[in-house]
Nanobody, 124 residues
Framework: QVQLVESGGGLVQAGGSLRLSCAAS????????MGWVRQAPGKERDFVAA????????GYADSVKGRFTVSRDNAKNTVYLQMNSLEPEDTAVYYC?????????????????WGQGTQVTVSS
């Protein structure tokens, strides 16, 4: 049974930082590309960041480029999202997702497994 468990969300002031983690189990983590997606209240899910199996390729939404960094530790079966210079517009539930490809970028349909999400709230 595949499980993706996000953690690290919380309440932070604008300009602050958070580091999200997503721990994977039940799959060969190094065989999966990973992605982060967020959903704000009343809005559709938006792609945030993606990383290839080996970590050598990454991609970001324009809205987070230069502020967010995605990384992974295949030895720990964990993917991370470092979020700096947070803005109120970043408030959302953040989900990690796994895709059985080398890199799946911004294509949600390529991601087979999803976590339950972690809430990030940025106050102004």
């Amino acid at each position: 049974q595949v499980q993706l468990v996000e953690s690290g969300g919380g309440l932070v002031q604008a300009g602050g930082s958070l580091r999200l983690s997503c721990a994977a189990s039940g799959l060969t983590f190094s065989a999966y590309a990973m992605g982060w997606v967020r959903q704000a209240p009343g809005k559709e899910r938006d792609f945030v960041a993606a990383i290839s199996r080996g970590g050598g390729r990454t991609g970001y939404a324009d809205s987070v480029k230069g502020r967010f960094t995605v990384s992974r530790d295949n030895a720990k079966n964990t993917v991370y999202l470092q979020m700096n210079s947070l803005e109120p517009e970043d408030t959302a539930v953040y989900y990690c997702a796994a895709s059985p490809t080398d890199y799946s970028g911004t294509f949600p349909t390529r991601y087979h497994y999803w976590g339950q999400g972690t809430q990030v709230t940025v106050s102004s």
